[in-house]
């Protein structure tokens, strides 16, 4: 199977910063990529899909890049609401996987 | 409003069976790919599997780790999901959600509504 690993796992951040996470595929995915945020106790929302396509209602400070194995979500001039754990997922082939996640927290 | 929701979740011993729902509604349910996703406590998301629709013959898909005692299936006449979970094992314990796959292109296969999840615990 395909797996996706997700850097880092955890990362600390100020209201204002831009962050990026990395999400690296042992192979190549295309641009079949999604990623999600999900806040405590809740379920998880899609923001990207297609590796760099914007969910409708999704912020414009978040976006997504890359292709093959390396793919990023950057997160622009942070917001309260953005801390969160954050998860790729990929699309292409079956069993779909997630990566392990990365918490953003504030500094 | 478009929406799903879980249900059916519980205590259960280890090798017992249980039956979770997914009910949807504001959506042409029958249209879409439905999927199951879990959450072990503290843990990351696992994808546990898929039921295409009826436009693709309504084959399923199935993680490693629950193929062989998980079964998903739906009924478009009822906009109901479901998975049948037998021979549980302590590791199933988690918070099951039921999602919606955005469309058949594969390039939106990813899950655009999710449910509020139901947890399953399995514990003697």
């Known amino acids: 199977d395909i797996q996706l690993t997700q850097s880092p796992s955890f990362l600390s951040a100020s209201v204002g910063d831009t962050v990026t996470i990395t999400c690296r595929a042992s192979?190549?995915?295309?641009?079949?990529l999604a990623w999600y945020q999900q806040k405590p106790g809740t379920a998880p929302k899609v923001l990207i899909y297609?590796?760099?396509i914007l969910e409708s209602g999704v912020p414009s400070r978040f976006s997504g890049s890359g292709s093959g194995t390396e793919f990023t979500l950057t997160i622009s001039s942070l917001q309260p609401e953005d801390f969160a754990t954050y998860y790729c997922?990929?699309?292409?082939?079956?069993?779909?996987?997630f990566g392990g996640g990365t918490k953003v927290e504030i500094k | 409003e478009v929406q799903v929701v879980e249900s059916g979740g519980g205590l259960v011993q280890p090798g017992g069976s249980l039956r979770l729902s997914c009910a949807a509604s504001?959506?042409?349910?029958?249209?879409?790919?439905m999927d199951w996703v879990r959450q072990a406590p503290g843990k990351g998301l696992e994808w546990v599997g898929r039921?295409?629709?009826?436009?693709?013959?309504?084959?399923?898909e199935y993680a490693a780790s629950v193929k062989g005692r998980f079964t998903i299936s739906r009924d478009d006449s009822k906009n109901s999901l479901y998975l049948q979970m037998n021979s549980l094992k302590t590791e199933d314990t988690a918070v099951y959600y039921c999602?919606?796959?955005?469309?058949?292109?594969?390039?939106?296969?990813?899950?655009?509504?999710w449910g509020k999840g139901t947890t399953v615990t399995v514990s003697s």
């Open positions: 999602a919606r796959v955005a469309a058949a292109t594969l390039s939106r296969h990813y899950m655009d509504v």
């Open positions: 504001g959506f042409t349910f029958s249209d879409h790919y």
């Open positions: 039921t295409r629709n009826r436009v693709n013959g309504y084959t399923t």
């Open positions: 192979q190549g995915v295309s641009s079949y």
């Open positions: 297609a590796a760099s």
């Open positions: 997922q990929r699309l292409n082939t079956y069993p779909l996987t």
